[in-house]
Nanobody, 126 residues
């Protein structure tokens, strides 16, 4: 059974940093992409960053480029999201996702992913 379990969320002040982790069990070779999504209060889920597992190509939401970094530790079966210079607009529930995403243009589309974690809350105060 596939499980994705996020951790590392919390409350920080603007300008602070957090590192999110997603522990993966039951990894399946059908995945070719892993990603982080977030859902701000009252808003739709949006793609934050993705990494294609074969090529290690990464994609980022424009507003987080230069501040967030996605990476994967194959040995530990863990996906990371290093977040720096956090701003109040980054406040959201953050989710880890994995799936077989066809086409790089779909990396930020929630429907392209098959497996999801339950999320970890990130709150940034000004």
């Amino acid at each position: 059974q596939v499980q994705l379990v996020e951790s590392g969320g919390g409350s920080v002040q603007a300008g602070g940093s957090l590192r999110l982790s997603c522990a993966v069990s039951g990894y399946t070779d059908r995945w070719n992409s892993m990603a982080w999504f977030r859902q701000p209060p009252g808003k739709e889920r949006e793609g934050v960053a993705a990494i294609y597992t074969a090529t290690l190509t990464t994609y980022y939401k424009t507003s987080v480029k230069g501040r967030f970094s996605i990476s994967r530790d194959n040995a530990e079966n863990t996906l990371f999201l290093q977040m720096t210079n956090l701003q109040p607009k980054d406040t959201a529930m953050y989710y880890c996702a994995a799936g077989r995403v066809l086409g790089s243009s779909n990396w930020a589309r929630p429907w392209a992913y098959d497996d999801w974690g339950r999320g970890t809350q990130v709150t940034v105060s000004s």
